[in-house]
Nanobody
Framework: QVQLVESGGGSVPAGGSLRLSCVAS????????MAWFRQVPGRERQKVAT??????TYADYAQGRFTISEDNAKNTVTLQMNNLTNEDTAVYYC???????????????????WGQGTQVTVSS
């Protein structure tokens, strides 16, 4: 089992930055791939970025603005988000999976463990 707890959400003006953190506990073998997703009410959940097997991958809209990183000693995965826009407003979720690789290519259904989500609101 894996438990994930997100923090760091909040309200920021457009152009601002936020740093989301996800603290993980439980079997590390089930955390080979770590990911951030986001969801706006009424819309499908989107994959934002993944990290695993020494690789990071980003959605097109996140490339160049967001950075995913991990601190294995602290069992923490972080999403640094810069130059935020209104379209980044969403609930952000941390997820983990026991996968053989290609973390970003995997559908969200293969991510077995999820945090409770943290709200990010960007205002113009």
């Amino acid at each position: 089992q894996v438990q994930l707890v997100e923090s760091g959400g909040g309200s920021v003006p457009a152009g601002g930055s936020l740093r989301l953190s996800c603290v993980a506990s439980g079997d590390s073998a089930n955390r080979q791939c770590m990911a951030w997703f986001r969801q706006v009410p009424g819309r499908e959940r989107q994959k934002v970025a993944t990290i695993g097997f020494g690789s990071t991958t980003y959605a097109d809209y996140a490339q160049g603005r967001f950075t995913i990183s991990e601190d294995n000693a602290k069992n923490t995965v972080t999403l640094q988000m810069n130059n935020l826009t209104n379209e980044d407003t969403a609930v952000y979720y941390c997820a983990a999976a026991r996968l053989g690789g290609a973390c970003f290519a995997r559908p969200q259904s293969q991510y077995a463990y999820w945090g409770q989500g943290t709200q990010v609101t960007v205002s113009s």
